[in-house]
């Protein structure tokens, strides 16, 4: 006889228990619910259960700040709207539009007001109209809130509930162990109603953490989510979600009630009638990234943080080398789970995930080759007081304008190959709007508002975007075309499906980096070669292991592929897709 599944609220407590012992698990479990699903919500008798179709081939995102478009005249979010419809309509169905709420600081990641949109960007009918042709992501930016917000007020003038929402900590603490992006002090002497005190501040003075340790603070968070989720966003981003549970004398980072309050966002999402995707943000190594999958009952998703320097290497270097080591040893999504794979997005290159697949000579050879481009470095804090580099600040078409070699005249070649590195591997592909635009890096931004990260932050006027998409020669319509025109082609091979099998092919070049895809039904299979090196190189059709009964096609050239040949033939930075199915 089959086991009978425990109701919702048993489950709820149970992960209560792990995060508040102390609590009485079934009264904080009925708050949960009533957080969560309002009187007029509904939700569904039975757990969703884990798999493969809350996406499908036809997945692709954009990643966005609500005003990357302007023209002084329209709204942004109005601008974004007529911008996805006239140029990606049918080349991604998915958009994430970072923090679009007010703030004061670090471009909307320091949040005075999470029930508001920035009324310089829109209200909620221009976030409803776009989630009503798109599915839409949101930034749930849960470790902490700007310090001018409500909230901090509020704290600071000890009214309760928020006199309790926020983390103390005394400098006497030992707080050598904490892990942290930044190189700013991590306690900020704040004064309140009640006297002196040091609150925790993981990323900057102007973002004031959260205290997790009070329930409150996760209801009121649970109430966010279903305002989101109302106003028509899938997908729910958890930004900065490793950092939210602190204990002096730890790393603070990655801690089991981070994990626990995951899952418990998880079930409700598993619970609710409407699509809802959990995606976390934790741009760290490997095995820490990989943690957040959890037994299949944490994130839908988690980025993809090792493949950006490590494409960023292969292409400068013209080696695969390490791109390919990594790939082979990473292991497919858990059922219910996909990867984000992207090459840029709105901060920088994450140089964390590639510690210990990158060796530091390598990383040396690409951190170099962006300041030649006029890239830039930003650093983080070590424990011992050192720092190191933790991201680099360019945009991903700036940094394809040069190798190890120098420069040469395969720019565009060499990022397009880039880009389909991402269209072609295991997971859903996601795109930087600059990326799309081949957008150049902004130093006049990075001078004007000084900070490294604007430099891949630019934001275009419209009529100007338009008037360079509408001259076929320019690299902005060279590039949207190309990609757009591949993430179409993308879209219909069901071997792309983000979690069809993917088996890392060996080459035995290490200039190409190759992966086979077949479809869940297995009917068909896809042979992805990218070569990211200057030189033509022929691969032998013996490591492909093509059927020979059978008619192979690239689809990206047309060429039919003879399965009988020797080789196969890529030009510089040539990609193909080898298919027996069209």
Not at 309 to 329: E, N, T
Request: proline share 7%.
């Amino acid at each position: 006889m089959a086991e009978k599944t425990p109701p919702l609220s048993v489950k709820i407590a149970r992960i209560v228990k792990d995060i508040y012992p102390d609590l009485d698990a079934d009264v904080l479990s009925s708050l949960i619910v009533e957080a969560f699903w309002p009187e007029t919500a509904p939700r569904r008798k039975r757990g969703r259960l884990p798999g493969n179709n809350l996406w499908s081939e036809k997945d692709a995102l954009v990643i966005t700040y609500g005003n990357s478009i302007i023209d002084g005249s329209f709204k942004p979010l109005d601008l974004l709207h007529d911008f996805l419809l006239r140029y990606l309509k049918g080349a991604v169905n998915s958009v994430h539009i970072l923090p679009f709420f007010p703030y004061t600081s670090d471009d909307g990641f320091a949040v005075t007001d999470f029930r508001a949109v920035h009324p310089q960007l829109g209200d909620w009918s221009d976030i409803n109209r776009i989630a009503a042709d798109f599915s839409l992501m949101s930034d749930l930016v849960l470790n902490h809130v700007s310090s001018q917000s409500n909230w901090f007020n509020a704290y600071r003038q000890g009214q309760p509930p928020y006199d309790k929402f926020f983390f103390e900590a005394d400098p006497a603490d030992d707080l050598s162990m904490v892990v942290r992006p930044r190189t700013t002090p991590l306690l900020q002497e704040v004064e309140t109603t009640k006297g002196t005190r040091h609150v925790w501040c993981t990323f900057s003075h102007d973002q004031v953490d959260l205290d997790f340790r009070n329930p409150e603070v996760l209801l009121e968070f649970l109430r966010i989510i279903r305002l989101h989720v109302d106003n028509g966003v899938q997908i729910i981003r958890l930004d900065a979600v490793a950092f939210i549970w602190k204990l002096a004398g730890s790393p603070s980072v990655h801690l089991p009630q981070t994990h626990a309050i995951i899952k418990l966002m998880r079930l409700l999402c598993d619970y609710a009638p409407e699509k809802i995707i959990l995606l976390t943000e934790t741009n760290v190594p490997k095995a820490e990234n990989l943690s957040y999958f959890g037994a299949r009952d944490e994130a839908h998703a988690i980025y993809n943080f090792p493949l950006p320097p490590l494409v960023l290497h292969a292409m400068m270097s013209g080696s695969a080398r390490y791109l390919h080591k990594w790939q082979r040893a990473m292991p497919p999504a858990p059922l219910g789970c996909a990867y984000l794979n992207f090459t840029a997005s709105h901060d920088g290159i994450g140089m964390r995930p590639a510690e210990g697949v990158l060796p530091d000579a390598e990383k040396d050879k690409v951190i170099q080759t962006v300041k030649e481009i006029g890239g830039l470095v930003s650093m983080r804090a070590l424990p011992d007081g050192g720092q190191s580099p933790y991201e680099l600040n360019t945009t991903f078409y700036d940094a394809m304008g040069r190798t190890f070699k120098g420069s040469d005249a395969h720019h565009f070649d060499r990022f397009i190959c880039s880009q389909t590195i991402v269209m072609s591997l295991e997971g859903i592909p996601a795109f930087y709007i600059h990326s799309l635009l081949a957008t150049l890096n902004d130093h006049a931004q990075v001078e004007h508002r000084g900070m490294n990260r604007a430099i891949n932050r630019h934001r275009w006027d419209y009529p100007t975007l338009r008037a360079l998409l509408g001259d076929e020669t320019t690299p902005q319509a060279r590039v949207l075309d190309a990609l757009t025109q591949r993430l179409k082609l993308r879209s219909r091979q069901s071997a792309f499906h983000p979690n069809a099998t993917q088996f890392t092919v060996n080459p035995e070049d290490a200039r190409v980096f190759a992966v086979w895809r077949q479809s869940l039904d297995r009917h068909q299979s896809i042979f992805a070669l990218h070569n990211v090196s200057d030189e033509t190189v022929s691969v032998p059709t013996s490591t492909l292991n093509m059927i020979e009964d059978e008619t192979w096609v690239d689809l990206l050239s047309g060429e039919t592929v003879p399965a009988d040949a020797e080789t196969v033939t890529l030009a510089p930075y040539q990609c193909r897709w080898i298919t027996n199915r069209i």
